[in-house]
């Protein structure tokens, strides 16, 4: 990888770390459906923007149907479910629930795309649930129900990641990356509209200016801008060393959470988010078996 792409792939682990914290600081003030909602809109115009600067047109008669599914599974439910996630737990525990999306990737694949599942893969999968089980179980937040639930549901975001992944090399894979990007996100923000209105008369009067701050960087910054950085590392140096990304954003999540929220980074921080990237990283590095009607996997 060039320097100047290792510097890419830094920052944009850095962004991402941050948006679990921001996610924090904006859902207890606005609620988790608004909170997504202005993230999606805003995140929109900044991809809307990129798009047409690049000459990028969307054609949204055409694709319509795989902008609406990606940005339900792939914005809208996830970023839902982790600002819900966000009341409950703490950010390190969001990150490494979102590192294990490689994971559920392969799980679809065998599901939807008729890909075996490796020894390796499975192993992966049940590594990824110890390290849940060891982060939960002696992380610094006790393990009661709301914590639990807040896990459950970041590994439902997860789920999702996984699945919008697999729908896209299905149904997708003629469409320009910035266009999937700027339509799907588009496409999320009207489904989320619905749900975020009701929080809006609450937003009004306990808004702050850090939570409306936190919204503003979780769309334009840790959104559209990363996005966009995200397709310049693929198209660079491909899908395969841009998705390390995964394994250092629960470090800069936990590093930008201790440093600003206060939030604690104990031993059964490190454990689990280092059995859960053991798994992420075991997932990838497998090849993809044979399909079991016997073509090679996409």
Known sequence: MSTSNLIKLLLLA??????????RIAAPVFGPMLTTFGRASLATLALLAFARTRGVTLQW???WLPYLVIGLFNTALPFALFAWSALHIPSAYMATMNSLAPIFTALFG?????EKLSPVRCLAFVLGLVGVAVLV????????MLVIGGVLAAMGAAVSYGFAATFTRMRAGGISPIAIAAGSQFAAALCLLPLALPSLPHALVA????????VL??????????YALFFQLIAAEGATKAITVTFL???TASLWAWLLLDEPVTWGTVCGIAIVLLATATALRAKPAMSIKGKAAA
Request: glycine content about 14%; some cysteine; aromatic content about 6%.
């Open 14 to 23: 850095a962004i991402w770390g941050t948006s679990f914290m921001l996610m």
């Open 61 to 63: 008669r055409r694709n």
């Open 110 to 114: 065998f599901l939807l795309l008729g």
């Open 137 to 144: 179980g002696i992380g610094p937040a006790p393990a009661d």
């Open 207 to 214: 808004g702050t200016l850090p939570a409306l701050l936190a």
């Open 217 to 226: 960087v979780l769309g334009v910054v840790c959104t559209g801008i990363a």
């Open 249 to 251: 954003v629960p470090m």
